[in-house]
Every structure is written in structure tokens, then in C-alpha cells.
């Protein structure tokens, strides 16, 4: 595979990110109410979740839009990193989409 290599420190913050946002989103941001289930908050955590397990998955198979699946996953868990910490309360799901988005990043442009 010399068109995309694994790297399993990416794959890890991925999975991680999924399972924190849909954990956060589902645990967290149902209970509390309010600004949490805005829909627009929430519709990007599950976003979030989504891109993160999708992120892993091409990664692991080896698939060549595994740079381009980064990029946007990169993009979205910043944007979803944003939207947790000016709500406030949510620091893990700050911290995991953060170091996602940077693992991602770095992928997207060390793929090409």
C-alpha cells in the first residue's frame, strides 16, 4: 500500500471522537437540555460521531479517499470542537475532536 499508509495513532483519536461525541451527545447533551439539543449543536456532534467512525474505517481498509475522508473529518470535528466549548461543560468532547481534527489533518497532507 504505498498510496496510503496506516497510521494508528489516527485511527485511535478517530474511534475515540466517535465514541465521545455520540456518548456526549446521547449521555450528556440529552439530560442537560436546553442549548445542548439545539439542533443545530446537536446535529453536529452526531455529524461528528459519523465522520470519525467513517474516518477509521477508510483508514483501515486502506481506501485511496482516505485523505479526502480527513480532510472533512479534520473540518468537522473543529467545527464540532467550537460548538462544544462555547456551550461549555463538554471539555472531553473539546479535547477528543481537537486532537482528531490535528491526527487528521496531518494525514490528509502527509497522504498526497
Known sequence: MSH???????IDNCSNCHKTCLQTAMMHCLNMGGKHIEATHFRLMLDCAKICETSACFQLSGSTYSADICKVCADICTACA???????GMEECVTACRKCAESCTAMASHAH
Open 4 to 10: 496510503m499508509t496506516i497510521n494508528s495513532d489516527c
Open 82 to 88: 467550537d460548538s462544544c466549548e462555547e456551550i461549555g
